[in-house]
């Protein structure tokens, strides 16, 4: 079965600094990756995704991921972080050809945004 | 306006209670999937249906039931069997299929046992 790490679960950081959230899965195929993001009080939505080819992946609002094959990782960064930033973020796999096209998440990583 | 809509959005339960949360979508999607979120723990999947009148266990299936006679609604019943039921409820559908689809999600029931 395959499962997803997220290491960080709490970071604090001040608007502008740069920031990087980590994820890392557990599956030796091929796989689908996503970042979802969950606003205070807001739908869970989401904010990338990886499919194949260009392993450098640009999302929403600035955020961009990288898909590391040798290290299973699939980390979310942004170069200048905003207050409204602020928000739990998840990392999830999908397996192609699981029943269910089902997703697997991490625990979530909570990142607070100081003005 | 198209979406998913999850009522009530707080439930309080006494125990040994069962109690059914409801899910609607207007997206004409075939895939419905519940979530428990749990802090730290992330989104842990309870059922999924990927079609009308058949659905299939998730990773946590024990103490829940679920229901899918109309594509547009698939109902979660939390039963006094559930150990610990106190958790944020989220739903989601996708249009499925064999090649992933993204899944939307609706905004959540927060369910707490007294």
């Known amino acids: 079965a395959q499962s997803v790490s997220q290491h960080n679960h709490h970071v604090i950081l001040s608007e502008a600094a740069s920031l990087e959230l980590g994820c890392n899965y557990s599956?030796?195929?091929?796989?689908?990756l996503f970042w979802y993001v969950q606003y205070p009080g807001q739908h869970l939505q989401l904010l990338l995704k990886?499919?194949?080819?260009?392993?450098l992946v640009k999302g929403i609002k600035g955020f961009e991921a990288e898909f590391i094959k040798s290290k299973f990782s699939f980390n979310l960064r942004k170069p200048s972080v905003q207050w409204s930033d602020t928000a739990e973020y998840f990392c999830?796999?999908?397996?192609?050809?699981?029943?269910?096209?089902?997703?697997?998440f991490g625990g979530g990583t909570r990142l607070m945004v100081k003005p | 306006d198209g979406g998913i809509t999850q009522s009530p959005k707080y439930l309080f339960r006494k125990e040994g209670q069962n109690v059914t949360l409801s899910c609607e979508q207007n997206?004409?999607?075939?895939?419905m999937y519940w979530y428990r979120q749990d802090p730290g723990q992330g989104l842990r999947l309870i059922y999924y249906?990927?079609?009308?009148?058949?659905?299939q266990k998730g990773d946590i299936a024990e103490g829940y039931s679920v229901s899918r006679e109309k594509k547009e609604s698939f109902p979660l019943t939390v039963t006094s069997a559930q150990k610990n039921p106190t958790a944020f409820y989220l739903c989601?559908?996708?249009?499925?299929?064999?090649?992933?689809?993204?899944?939307?999600f609706g905004p959540g029931t927060r369910l707490t046992v007294l």
């Open positions: 989601a559908s996708s249009t499925g299929g064999d090649s992933y689809n993204e899944q939307f």
């Open positions: 599956y030796g195929g091929t796989v689908n």
């Open positions: 990886y499919f194949s080819g260009d392993p």
């Open positions: 999830a796999v999908n397996a192609p050809g699981n029943a269910g096209n089902m997703l697997t």
């Open positions: 997206l004409n999607h075939d895939a």
């Open positions: 249906s990927q079609i009308v009148n058949d659905f």
